[in-house]
């Protein structure tokens, strides 16, 4: 799936003028997100769900992706979802799931970026590419 990111790059350090730059990345399952600028106490664009309780007989969500990940995460177990904390900042995730979903009435591309296996993931909007929350390394 492809994200149109918006970098700024500077053009001079002295008059600290910037240009927007368009940058067309293709986003795949396996690729890693680094959790990057942070103003406040939380992300803006991003959510962290970190399950509470846990139940047998689940699907191992370490070996697999997409919606099967998504289904075997989300439908077991209890969870604490809040806004991501800055404190996680320079933590990284794993794609394990890209879809659309509408978000205020629009559509909109959301990654799931495993934190702690089994245990944590990323809920992230794709606002958070548009204003630095997360680098994009792709796999090699």
Known sequence: MKIKLTLLLLTSIFTHTACAQTEEVNLQIGDTLYFDACDGDNYTYIDYYKKTRFEKDTLDTDTISGWKFYNAFFETG?????????????????????????????????????IEKGVS????????????????????
């Open 121 to 140: 993931i990323a809920y992230i909007i794709e606002e958070s590419f548009s204003i630095g929350e997360v680098v994009y390394a792709p796999k090699l």
């Open 78 to 114: 209890d969870f604490d979802v809040t806004r991501m904390p800055c404190e996680l900042k320079g933590q990284y995730g794993i794609i394990n799931h890209i879809m659309l979903a509408t978000i205020d009435d629009t559509e909109k591309m959301v990654v799931i970026a495993v």
